[in-house]
Structure formats: structure tokens, C-alpha cells
């Protein structure tokens, strides 16, 4: 009956201690696949434009594609009356071909933000974090198992008695994790990316980017483990 109730409570600390934060950023990356899959499977017959504010092109494509687009004004208020007015006549053309054309000519970017298409600044993009919680404690998390040894026999003119070799592999700790990360990761850590500690949770405010390469690690780490 012990054997059972211990069986039970370290298999309750494993399903407590499940990761679900990775999941939460592949859902998100799912999202923005989902709407530059829109981009790229809409085909725009015929794109005409002549002086056209680039405000009014953006929202033209939107409809188009069905999708939502938002343009950052601060970044608008960089370029000039003249850089805004797009001239331009395309055929048969993938919209998410034209889009790239159209905020190139007025030096925009495309961005993700809270899941919609985002146009700003190349800084602006670059800048733009958010913060996410990444449980790892069923990576730091040890747990006796019992390995069976490594015996090694001896010759019978040797000493008697085997030669027995415990494995010791200590998962890894919080610290080497975070070590693994910056280590693995590019990024600007320590300015746009950061990490601290609670509970044995790693919280990161990091780009977008960023946070794939993470969950990425994450989930190689569990697999080796």
C-alpha cells in the first residue's frame, strides 16, 4: 500500500509539473503561420496604384486577404507626405509578395503582435517582447529510478568481487539551464532579453524570436532527459 502511495504522489508531482508554456508560444507561432499562409495562398489578379496613401494600399490588402493589419502611426510619422503615396501596377502577384513591396518602399517591416500583422519599424520590430513563463522543473526535477548498475567481472586471478558503477547524472539546475540558453540563443541579453527566476519557473521577456529558439531548446532538453 506505501509502495502505491508513493507511486501515485511522485506520478501527481509529474502531471503538476508538466510544461505548458512551450506550447503556448508554438500556439502562437501556429497563428502567425496561419496568416502569412493567407499571404502567400491569396493571389491578387491585377494591383494598381497611383499616388495612393500607403495607409489606404495596407487596408485595400487587408480586405483582400481577409486578414487584419495594423500600422504602427509612430513609424507613419517618420516618413514623409511624398515616401506615403505608393505607385504601383503588379499582375498576378501573391499578396504577401505585394504587401513586402509596398512597406519596402516606404521602409517598414512586417512585425507580429498580439497575434495580428503588425507594420513598423525595422527598430520597432526588433524591440517589440513579450514575457513568458517557462515551467522547468520536470527538467530540473530529479528522480531515483534505480538504474541498474554497470558490473564489470574480474578475472579469477584479480581481487574477487565485481567492480560495481553507479551512474550520477544530477539533472540539470536552473542555472544551468539559463546558462544553456544565453549560451545557445542569440540575443541581446541583458537589454531586449532577459531572464529571472521564480519557483523554479524561468520568466523571459524576450522578441518573438527569441522565444521559438527557447521553447525549441526546451523541448530538446526534455527529450534527452
Not at 38 to 56: F, G, I, M, S
Not at 64 to 92: H, P, Q, Y
Not at 197 to 225: C, F, W
Request: charged share 30%.
Amino acid at each position: 500500500m506505501k509502495k502505491l502511495m508513493l507511486l501515485a504522489a511522485l506520478c501527481g508531482g509529474l502531471f503538476a509539473f508538466a510544461p505548458v508554456n512551450a506550447d503556448e508560444v508554438a500556439k502562437e507561432e501556429a497563428t502567425y503561420k496561419k496568416i502569412e499562409a493567407k499571404l502567400d495562398a491569396t493571389v491578387v489578379p491585377t494591383v494598381a496604384y497611383d499616388e495612393v496613401d500607403v495607409t489606404e494600399v495596407i487596408k485595400d490588402f487587408a480586405k483582400k486577404g481577409s486578414i487584419t493589419i495594423v500600422i504602427d502611426k509612430k513609424a507613419l510619422e517618420g516618413v514623409s507626405a511624398d515616401d506615403r503615396k505608393i505607385t504601383l501596377e503588379l499582375a498576378d502577384v501573391k499578396l504577401g509578395n505585394a504587401l513586402n513591396i509596398v512597406i519596402d518602399q516606404i521602409g517598414l517591416v512586417k512585425s507580429y503582435k498580439n497575434g495580428i500583422l503588425y507594420i513598423t519599424t525595422k527598430e520597432k520590430a526588433q524591440g517589440i517582447v513579450s514575457t513568458k513563463t517557462y515551467d522547468v522543473r520536470d527538467i530540473t526535477m530529479r528522480i531515483t529510478d534505480f538504474p541498474t548498475p554497470e558490473i564489470k567481472l574480474k578475472a579469477q586471478d584479480e581481487a574477487s568481487g565485481p567492480d560495481i558503477i553507479v551512474p550520477d547524472e544530477d539533472p540539470p539546475t536552473t542555472d544551468d539551464i539559463i546558462e544553456m540558453i544565453e549560451g545557445a540563443v542569440t540575443a541581446d541579453w541583458g537589454n531586449t532579453a532577459k531572464i529571472t527566476v521564480a519557483q523554479g519557473q524561468l520568466i523571459i521577456t524576450a522578441p518573438r524570436e527569441v522565444h521559438k529558439s527557447v521553447a525549441n531548446l526546451l523541448d530538446q532538453l526534455r527529450e534527452t532527459k
